[in-house]
């Protein structure tokens, strides 16, 4: 019944070791969102895909990128992850851009440790 | 730019009593309010929501109330539980269109005490 899966949970990966998040929806949705967590702060979005067209927020440094090659999946590839990386990823899918009915769901996360 | 302020970063309540959570927000075109829950390890969890045409929603435990002229909105639980606690982030949003992104708040930490 899981709507927006992630995987893995939890990935370790070395200082510079290019590492590669995984995002699946069931829903259909139009929409999927990167966001980066770090411990007691907010959501902080990295960029979304509406349907094939890529948005990059400014402040989102070049070393994340993403892909998207179907509605199903989108991932989230760290080419150089620094110590400064660590933190829990999540993906969020909408039906349309977020707003008056266009909640978004978010999956459970991905907890990324860099060593 | 864009900016959503939220109070208290922390509360504790004993169980059964109520909680209040505000937010103020600096975008008068905002016109989505979404509140979600987020336990520890999770993702966060949408609990209720309110459109600007909206001063207030309620579903059991929980309301949202929408002051449109002071540019704030509040989260109240009633008759908390143990269960109630976790991180609650407000946020807000224009709508649909390519300024449609949410725009969260700091967080509030509540710990319900039994």
């Known amino acids: 019944d899981a709507m927006v899966i992630q995987n893995p949970r939890y990935q370790v990966t070395q200082f510079g070791k290019p590492v590669t998040l995984s995002c699946s929806q069931t829903l259909n949705h139009n929409v999927m969102y990167w966001y980066q967590q770090k411990s007691s702060q907010a959501p902080k979005l990295l960029f979304h895909?509406?349907?094939?067209?890529?948005?990059n927020e400014a402040d989102t440094p070049d070393n994340f990128q993403s892909r998207r090659p179907n509605t199903s999946f989108c991932f989230l590839d760290i080419r150089s992850p620094g110590l400064g990386d660590a933190a829990m990823y999540l993906c969020a899918t909408s039906r349309d851009l977020a707003g008056v009915g266009n909640e978004q769901f978010f999956g459970p996360g991905t907890r990324l440790t860099v060593l | 730019g864009e900016n959503v302020e939220q109070h208290p970063s922390t509360l504790s309540v004993q169980e059964g009593d109520s909680a209040v959570i505000k937010c103020t927000y600096s975008?008068?075109?905002?016109?989505?309010f979404p509140w979600y829950k987020q336990e520890l390890g999770k993702g966060p969890q949408l609990i209720i929501d309110i459109r600007s045409n909206v001063g207030e929603k309620k579903d059991q435990r929980i309301a949202v109330t929408l002051n449109k002229t002071a540019k704030h909105f509040s989260l109240h639980i009633t008759e908390t539980q143990p269960e109630d606690s976790a991180v609650y982030f407000c946020?807000?949003?224009?709508?649909?269109?390519?300024?449609?992104?949410?725009?969260f708040g700091q967080g509030t930490t509540l710990q319900v005490k039994p």
């Open positions: 975008d008068s075109a905002s016109n989505y």
């Open positions: 946020a807000a949003s224009r709508g649909s269109g390519n300024t449609g992104k949410l725009i």
């Open positions: 895909y509406y349907d094939k067209d890529f948005n």
